[in-house]
């Protein structure tokens, strides 16, 4: 069973993970952040993000993550993120604040239920994963993800 955990979470993990920066710690959600760029061009935050994966908090046995691409695409106001083998649908408003329904992910007895919460702005991709998990173990764990623009 762990073996199985551990396969299914490093096909998740990157998508498991939370962006963060010095001025967000890991354990929290990050801020709104313009998605405008800091010369004010809007630009398109579609397009691949390097995306450095980190389990920030758990109360869960047996989870581990790693980094993995995420590629954002955006038509209109949805936002969808697909990482490695998992895709996220959900808003991005003006700000480049956006949140994702849950995704649901069964692993041996173990149902994952994950939801991502974040912002795009200046080529750089950071938010928070939070997994609520029921079935063999009832937990919860938060993956950060921090990626930058290919």
């Not at 993970?17 to 061009?41: F, L, Q, V």
């Not at 954002?72 to 490695?84: E, P, R, Y």
């Not at 849950?102 to 928070?128: F, K």
Request: charged share 15%; aromatic share 4%; glycine share 10%.
């Amino acid at each position: 069973m762990r073996a199985a955990l551990v396969l299914v979470l490093v096909l998740l993990g990157v998508s498991l993970t939370a962006c963060n920066d010095d001025d967000n710690p890991p354990d929290t959600e990050p801020s709104a952040t313009s998605a405008t760029s800091a010369t004010g061009d809007p630009g398109d935050p579609s397009g691949t993000y390097e995306t450095r994966v980190a389990l920030t908090g758990t109360t869960c046995a047996g989870i581990e993550v790693e980094d993995q691409s995420t590629v954002v695409d955006l038509a209109g106001g949805t936002v969808t993120l697909t990482h490695g083998p998992l895709t996220y649908t959900g808003t991005l408003n003006a700000q480049g604040a956006f949140t994702t329904e849950p995704v649901q992910v069964d692993v041996g007895p173990d149902t994952h239920r994950l939801a991502v919460a974040g912002s795009l702005h200046d080529e750089r991709l950071e938010a928070v994963v939070t997994a609520h998990v029921t079935g063999g173990q009832t937990c919860d764990y938060q993956v950060s993800w921090r990626g930058s623009k290919r």
